[in-house]
């Protein structure tokens, strides 16, 4: 079975930046995708940003596009996402997932599989 790990996360102030990285096992970059998801109290998972590791497609939802960038390490079976310029809003518990494919409807197909997530705090 595909595992997934996501770690990276932490206390920042607002402006600043973090990484997160999704590791994986058993789970083939060749085909497939990894999506980046978010769950902040009191709401429901949103979808963030995904990509296809084998060719490199990405998607992101508007509110991040420009401040988060999703890049995968096929060599390290791993998944990252850079994030910059956070604010308060984003402050989560942010899970990556398993997808049959990265494209447009990544958010509202949701993953098959999910890893523990990490917690992200910003401050003001």
């Known amino acids: 079975d595909v595992q997934l790990q996501a770690s990276g996360g932490g206390l920042v102030q607002a402006g600043g930046s973090l990484r997160l990285s999704c590791a994986t096992s058993?789970?083939?970059?060749?085909?497939?995708?990894i999506g980046w998801f978010r769950q902040a109290p009191g709401r429901g998972r949103d979808g963030l940003s995904c990509?296809?590791?084998?060719?490199?497609?990405?998607y992101y939802v508007d509110y991040v596009k420009g401040r988060f960038t999703i890049f995968s390490d096929s060599a390290k079976n791993t998944v990252h996402l850079q994030m910059n310029n956070l604010k308060p809003e984003d402050t989560a518990i942010y899970y990556c997932?398993?997808?049959?494919?990265?494209?447009?409807?990544?958010?509202?197909?949701?993953?098959?599989?999910w890893g523990k997530g990490t917690l992200v705090t910003v401050s003001s």
């Open positions: 990509i296809n590791p084998h060719d490199g497609e990405k």
């Open positions: 058993a789970f083939d970059f060749e085909r497939g995708g």
């Open positions: 997932g398993k997808l049959d494919v990265c494209d447009r409807w990544f958010a509202m197909n949701g993953a098959q599989a």
